[in-house]
């Protein structure tokens, strides 16, 4: 089971840190992902970590102000979100697939835990 938190209301520019953390089953090993829906668009991939931490992948948009990391001892994973923007606003999911390959396939993510909003005011 994934729990989401961090989500809420900040002014374009400012910062959020979205938190993910895993229970029931021990995933350390898994990579981890996190991947946002705007009203009335399809679910995109934002970030990714692989199992041991040494691989991420972004997104061309939030390269460069999105920073993934994971803690394999607390079973957590972080998104720090900077420079937001109002085009960031969604709700944010994390995700953890079944292996420790990194991946941006939303379909091939096998755990996913409940959404949290992000809202970026202009």
């Known amino acids: 089971q994934l729990q989401a938190s961090g989500g809420g209301l900040v002014q374009a520019g400012g910062s959020l840190r979205l938190s993910c953390a895993a229970s029931g089953r021990t995933i350390s090993m898994y990579t981890r992902g996190w991947f946002r829906q705007a009203p009335g668009k399809e679910r995109e991939f934002v970030a990714a970590i692989g199992g041991y931490g040494g691989v991420t992948d972004y997104a061309d948009s939030v390269k460069g102000r999105f920073t993934i990391s994971r803690d394999n001892a607390k079973n957590t994973v972080d998104l720090q979100m900077n420079s937001l923007k109002p085009e960031d606003t969604a709700v944010y999911y994390c995700?953890?697939?079944?292996?420790?390959?990194?991946?941006?396939?939303?379909?091939?993510?096998?755990?996913w835990g409940q959404g949290t909003q992000v809202t970026v005011s202009s």
């Open positions: 995700a953890a697939r079944g292996n420790s390959q990194v991946v941006t396939t939303a379909r091939l993510y096998r755990y």
